[in-house]
T-cell receptor, first 114, second 111 residues
Framework: NAGVTQTPKFQVLKTGQSMTLQCAQDMNHNSMYWYRQDPGMGLRLIYYSASEGTTDKGEVPNGYNVSRLNKREFSLRLESAAPSQTSVYFC?????????????FGEGSRLTVL | GESVGLHLPTLSVQEGDNSIINCAYSNSASDYFIWYKQESGKGPQFIIDIRSNMDKRQGQRVTVLLNKTVKHLSLQIAATQPGDSAVYFCAENGGYEKLTFGTGTRLTIIP
């Protein structure tokens, strides 16, 4: 049982390049999330998917797109990377209506945009 | 939660003392709250949660208090230990499973 798996763990991009962060969970969770965390700062919600087939904007969606490919997978795409998108990105999932309501996090993806 | 984008407030506590970490939330419709602990270089870890129909919940060495009247949440850690040093975040479900985090507080335990 791997929990939440994110790839890649590290990535360096040049301004204007595109990339996709992949996230998969094997816990049959219904909701998935992408957050970014800047150094010394809190977690900010980029996009989330409350259930398979739906996606919604979070607090800081500009510059990002997401795809909920199926119940397991939720990807985050940067179409044209900017230095302001240098951050650590966390994917998370949760089973709403379960016993604990615990949000499970991936290990994070550290992205640097030059 | 508290305004995002602000740098972390800090709290220093003597080892063995109790710690109280506070969190203000803005959405009166939020019905579920969670506290997370994040150690350096790691992802957040679940500590304890509370639903809006409760005002107190206890776990192992931790207690969460919810005051809906003033939209305030607190995490109390009893008999703090060096391993409690971390950043602590509160999160709220503002509806439709939109889970947002507060600014966070950096807790430092003084030996």
């Amino acid at each position: 049982n791997a929990g939440v798996t994110q790839t890649p763990k590290f990535q360096v991009l040049k301004t204007g390049q595109s990339m996709t962060l992949q996230c998969a969970q094997d816990m049959n969770h219904n909701s998935m999330y992408w957050y970014r965390q800047d150094p010394g700062m809190g977690l900010r919600l980029i996009y989330y998917s409350a259930s398979e087939g739906t996606t919604d904007k979070g607090e800081v969606p500009n510059g990002y797109n997401v795809s909920r490919l199926n119940k397991r997978e939720f990807s985050l795409r940067l179409e044209s990377a900017a230095p302001s998108q240098t951050s650590v990105y966390f994917c998370a999932s949760i089973l709403w209506g379960g016993d604990t309501g615990e949000l499970f996090f991936g290990e994070g993806s550290r992205l640097t945009v030059l | 939660g508290e305004s995002v984008g602000l740098h972390l407030p800090t709290l220093s506590v003597q080892e063995g003392d109790n710690s109280i970490i506070n969190c203000a939330y803005s959405n009166s419709a939020s019905d579920y709250f969670i506290w997370y602990k994040q150690e350096s270089g790691k992802g957040p870890q679940f500590i304890i949660d509370i639903r809006s129909n409760m005002d107190k919940r206890q776990g192992q060495r931790v207690t969460v208090l919810l005051n809906k009247t003033v939209k305030h949440l607190s995490l109390q850690i009893a008999a703090t230990q060096p391993g409690d040093s971390a950043v602590y975040f509160c999160a709220e479900n503002g509806g439709y499973e939109k889970l947002t985090f507060g600014t966070g507080t950096r807790l430092t335990i003084i030996p």
